[in-house]
T-cell receptor, first 114, second 114 residues
Framework: NAGVTQTPKFRILKIGQSMTLQCTQD?????MYWYRQDPGMGLKLIYY???????DKGEVPNGYNVSRSTTEDFPLRLELAAPSQTSVYFC?????????????FGPGTRLTVL | DAKTTQPPSMDCAEGRAANLPCNHS???????VYWYRQIHSQGPQYIIH???NNETNEMASLIITEDRKSSTLILPHATLRDTAVYYC???????????????FGKGTLLTVNP
């Protein structure tokens, strides 16, 4: 299993540009998440999905959109990039059961908006 | 999720056991203890979790006190690659809504020295 994979690893955007961060998991997990981590700070949840076709906002959703058309994929879309979106973005997935909701993380995408 | 307290930093000699403590005195009966770590600039990595019994896997052992108010993560033979920030998280796997997100505190920076 590759686990959770993310592309690209690095990206530099100009203000106002758009891009999609890709996330794929091959563990057949029902839940998927997008977090951002600013330098020296903790993780903040952007969006999450409890299954294909179902998404919901986390604590910092403004400026982002997501979709979940398949179990495996959970892309994150930035429509109008702003300097405040400079961050490291982590995708995670989990199989939630009554005894566990262990989240497994991807390697991250480091985004700089200039 | 219950609050946790960890020392900000610890040192360990390579090849020795690293014992990382965590206090979670307000833990409730449904909450599990999870340990993650984050090596600089990488995605958080799941290590181990448990409810009340001690647990062991290929990475580490988790010792939970009988009253469940504290726990210790043990890396039996620390290597230089184990240098990372280690996070102790207490959560109920059945929680929903805003509790889907993992809340990482400040954690313990473990430095393994040659």
């Amino acid at each position: 299993n590759a686990g959770v994979t993310q592309t690209p690893k690095f990206r530099i955007l100009k203000i106002g540009q758009s891009m999609t961060l890709q996330c794929t998991q091959d563990m057949n997990h029902n839940y998927m998440y997008w977090y951002r981590q600013d330098p020296g700070m903790g993780l903040k949840l952007i969006y999450y999905s409890v299954g294909a076709g179902i998404t919901d906002k986390g604590e910092v959703p403004n400026g982002y959109n997501v979709s979940r058309s398949t179990t495996e994929d959970f892309p994150l879309r930035l429509e109008l990039a702003a300097p405040s979106q400079t961050s490291v973005y982590f995708c995670a997935s989990s199989y939630r059961s009554g005894r566990s909701d262990t989240q497994y993380f991807g390697p991250g995408t480091r985004l700089t908006v200039l | 999720d219950a609050k946790t307290t960890q020392p900000p930093s610890m040192d360990c000699a390579e090849g020795r056991a690293a014992n990382l403590p965590c206090n979670h005195s307000t833990i409730s009966g449904n909450e599990y203890v999870y340990w993650y770590r984050q090596i600089h600039s990488q995605g958080p990595q799941y290590i181990i979790h448990g409810l009340k019994n001690n647990e062991t896997n290929e990475m580490a052992s988790l010792i939970i006190t009988e009253d469940r108010k504290s726990s210790t993560l043990i890396l039996p033979h620390a290597t230089l690659r184990d240098t990372a920030v280690y996070y102790c998280i207490v959560r109920d796997p059945n929680s929903g809504g805003s509790n889907y997100k993992l809340t990482f505190g400040k954690g313990t920076l473990l430095t393994v020295n040659p």
